[in-house]
DNA sequence: TCGCCCAACCTGTCATGTCAAGTTGGATTG
DNA sequence: CAATCCAACTTGACATGACAGGTTGGGCGA
């Protein structure tokens, strides 16, 4: 069921007015909840519905439940703005006409070493290389070059040089049926290649970040290797998340 | 309802029965499972209760499901390979005297714009700066400045030159009852400085990893800085995650 | 005044039933 | 061969109802 975005459910409109009440100190920290019967007067949904509200209140952390006794506010409200970083996952859903991407080849090529390892291909084979470049309105912020088996690429617009308009990974869905299960991100620091400080406009040997991310389906195979360079003075990576 | 451990409940008896099918490779990765009626079917129950149990799975990253098309069977969990990164807490954990940490200096000095702003302090005043430098068994790894506000590191252990035999984040609470509730990390590449370099004895201006992480309480407060300089041929940074 | 009992409340679990919306694959048509 | 349609499947959301077991506080008796 696709729902609006929001208060659309039943159980989402419980959930939201209880929040607020709990962020702007209506509920303050030690309070008992209204009941799960009261909860189903005022808000006139049924026990199931306000009992998924609870849940996700409690998953959240902002309250706990006793059987018999209650639901009560927690003394502390998590930090609102903690997101984790999934960089790798941006590069594989890179639209390329959604972007500033200008491709710069798309072609078989024998593949390097970090790759041919990384996607599991024999040492020196090819694979398939699509190369482009991001920029905004001072020049080129990122180069980056994906990388596929060969056999996954044919019979879809992989192989042709215009934009793609959609995800590569829905794309590879769409054609192929072949879903990506998860990411595992490289991240380092070196030095830009002659080429590569072509294609970003930049002083040769100066300093990068080299995101390499490989997406794999559910077996593990890697089906799709994106190498991105980026140029160290003008990209910081951010990411946060609550210490244990 | 106080339960018996294991089975007692229902859906307890359906979770760990689809558990040990994941897990014993019944069911392996990619595979979709039974679908609710069948599992209504199968252990007598009715759908509510499957559904229960099959939110567990996903709650614990087994599986995955799909309004209209079925519950598949997650890539390789829990694996080595599909572990979030956390090398801020790392940081901000690291009990001096349990790593190779070689101490440079502990004391009072004048912080650079970059740890006063992260700090909140006005700009231009002073900080408490514990540097070190990590090494394996080539020669050194990394360096590492730990900043904090002056007031923070009165009467605790951090301004004494002796190696901390424990956590920053432990010997804080212990002293202060400061808690830090979570981090912000942000990853850059740059050139090293030349007292980077010459600290981690590598050419003057070579390409670093610069790793700058703060440590917030629940307020919001930053209240500890690290900053951690990683040769950039010595280090990658590893990450991984399921894709949405 | 204290201890016990019990009614009245609470949350958790489970069932049956219905409706909504998404996905898939086969059939059909152009 | 590609596009469209639709039946049959899937999961998600919501309702009503019932029962189990925990907690609490008031009333009563010793």
Redesign the interface.
């Known amino acids: 069921?696709?729902a609006p975005r929001g208060d659309g459910l039943k159980y989402e409109r419980v959930l939201n007015a209880l929040r607020s009440r709990i962020a702007d100190g209506t509920y303050p920290p030690g309070m008992m909840l209204p009941s799960q019967s009261q909860l189903v007067a005022e808000f006139d949904v049924s026990r199931?519905t306000v009992i998924e509200a609870l849940r996700l209140l409690r998953q959240e952390g902002l309250i706990e439940s006793q059987?018999g006794r209650g639901s009560f506010v927690r003394g502390?409200?998590?930090?609102l703005?903690?997101e984790?970083a999934?960089p790798?996952?941006r590069l594989?859903d890179l639209a390329e006409s959604e972007s500033s991407a200008e491709l710069l080849q798309a072609g078989i090529i024998v593949a390097p070493v970090r790759v041919t390892t990384l996607l599991e291909l024999p040492a020196g084979s090819k694979a398939f290389l699509r190369q482009y470049v991001l920029s905004d309105e001072d020049g080129p912020i990122e180069l980056v070059s994906a990388w596929f088996p060969i056999d996954l690429v044919t019979g879809t617009k992989l192989t042709s040089p215009e934009p793609m308009d959609e995800g590569i990974?829905r794309h590879l869905y769409g054609r192929k049926r072949l879903?990506?299960?998860?990411?595992?991100?490289?991240?380092?620091?070196?030095?830009a290649t002659a080429e590569e400080a072509h294609a970003l406009k930049m002083p040769a040997g100066a300093?990068?970040?080299?995101l390499v991310v490989t997406?794999?389906?559910?077996?593990?195979k890697a089906l799709q290797l994106v190498d991105a360079v980026?140029p160290?003075?003008r990209?910081?990576?951010?990411?946060?998340?609550?210490?244990?």
């Open positions: 069921m696709a199931p059987t502390k409200v998590p930090a703005n903690l984790r999934y790798g996952q594989l990974r879903r990506l299960d998860y990411a595992m991100e490289r991240t380092l620091a070196r030095s300093p990068v970040l080299n997406g794999h389906d559910a077996d593990g980026l160290g003075d990209h910081e990576l951010r990411d946060a998340y609550p210490l244990t």
